[in-house]
């Protein structure tokens, strides 16, 4: 059963070598994820897995690595030759140790059913990484569409009220349409968490480069 889970965004600025003097607003950011992440390493939990998007659905052992190269500067997180994919490489550096898995999810996946399979009957903790949409302004990636921001404030609400049914019931082509990075693997939570009563806290909600970046942190409520 899920006992708790983090959620974080992904961005690869969020690493200083990368982020250099960027925005502020990114300080802020990583302390929030530490702070989720601390509640989650908090709980009494037999396994924790990293979720994330990846372009196939498959899962890496904990010690698999991931490096930022691609991204301009050669930051390495976990030893190892890097095969991560980029949401699962800056869970690993948020984790700053190794997990006992990471998931990879595709968008063709049926994220809520994976969610389900996963913990195997032990007390499962989960760091998902999960940006939002990419189309709150005319700078974003996906530049400005006026759905967006309506969607990214549901995102944050079923983060905070722990709703995994609101999760559960994302349309992906809506999410595909608002270029929203972690509609899968916030699906996989959906599943882990199944009927669970949960508390949720948002811990920041910015949104500094036009896309909607969400930190939340939920546990059992027996907890």
């Not at 600025?13 to 530490?34: F, M, N, S």
């Not at 913990?119 to 996906?142: F, H, I, Q």
């Not at 608002?178 to 009927?195: I, N, P, T």
């Not at 669970?196 to 896309?211: F, I, S």
Request: negative net charge.
């Amino acid at each position: 059963m899920l006992v708790a889970a983090a959620v974080c965004p992904h961005p690869p600025l969020i690493v200083p070598e990368l982020a250099g003097a960027a925005a502020p607003e990114l300080d802020g950011l990583r302390a929030a994820c530490a702070s989720a992440l601390d509640t989650v390493l908090a709980t009494d939990h037999d396994v924790l897995l990293v979720v994330g998007a990846g372009p196939s659905t498959r899962r890496y052992g904990g010690r698999a690595a991931g490096s930022l190269r691609p991204w301009g500067v050669d930051v390495r997180a976990g030893e190892g030759e890097p095969e991560l994919p980029l949401s699962l490489t800056i869970g690993r550096w948020l984790l700053g140790r190794d997990p006992d898995g990471f998931q990879a999810v595709d968008d063709s996946c049926d994220a809520v059913r994976l969610g389900g399979s996963l913990g195997d009957g032990k007390r499962l903790a989960l760091l998902v990484m999960a940006d939002g949409s990419a189309c709150l302004t005319e700078k974003s990636p996906g530049f400005l569409d006026p759905a967006a921001l309506p969607y990214q404030e549901k995102l944050t609400k079923a983060l905070s009220e722990a709703d995994a049914a609101a999760l559960a019931a994302l349309d992906p082509e809506e999410a595909a349409r608002l270029w929203v990075g972690g509609r899968a693997a916030l699906q996989v939570l959906a599943g882990a968490a199944g009927e669970g009563a949960y508390r949720g806290r948002v811990l920041a909600d910015l949104a500094p480069y036009g896309v909607g970046y969400t930190v939340a942190a939920w546990t059992a409520s027996a907890a």
